[in-house]
């Protein structure tokens, strides 16, 4: 005849099990802040999600931003309603990168750690939206 394990012990084993698994990944290197010396240091292409924008669901916002080692930048934010775009001239202030035009205004800060780069752009459209975004190199 069987034993029935009581219903705790399964508790506490499915319990253990998970923490264990917790426990066995190391949380994701923290990002600090890099100042931006030129251009060139950022040049490229880089992609990420963007939140602020009206929309169901902001996960769908998608940004594309190219730099040049000009400092020209380049972007464009894809959204299920069409293409949100725009150009101009970044200039460095205190380590980041600053860009206005006729949408608006903002800035950006290079974060890195554990091998990873990103650029945080927060902006203000004409209109007052705030828009961020946490971009990674892209291919």
Do not use: H
């Amino acid at each position: 005849m069987r034993k029935r394990l009581p219903l705790a012990t399964l508790f506490i084993a499915a319990l253990a099990l998970t923490v264990a698994g917790c426990a066995g990944s190391p949380p994701a290197p923290a990002l600090s802040p890099v100042a931006i010396v030129d251009f060139p240091s950022v040049a490229g292409k880089w992609a990420g999600r963007v939140s602020g924008l009206v929309s169901r669901r902001d996960e769908d916002d998608w940004a594309n931003v190219t730099i040049t080692p000009e400092g020209n930048y380049d972007f464009g934010i894809y959204r299920e309603i069409g293409v949100f775009s725009g150009k101009g001239k970044l200039t460095l202030q205190d380590g980041k990168l600053a860009f206005s035009g006729e949408r608006g205004a903002g800035s950006l800060v290079l974060l890195e750690g554990g091998g990873r780069r990103v650029l945080r752009a927060n902006a203000v459209l004409t209109d007052g939206t705030q828009l961020n975004a946490d971009l990674a190199p892209a291919r």
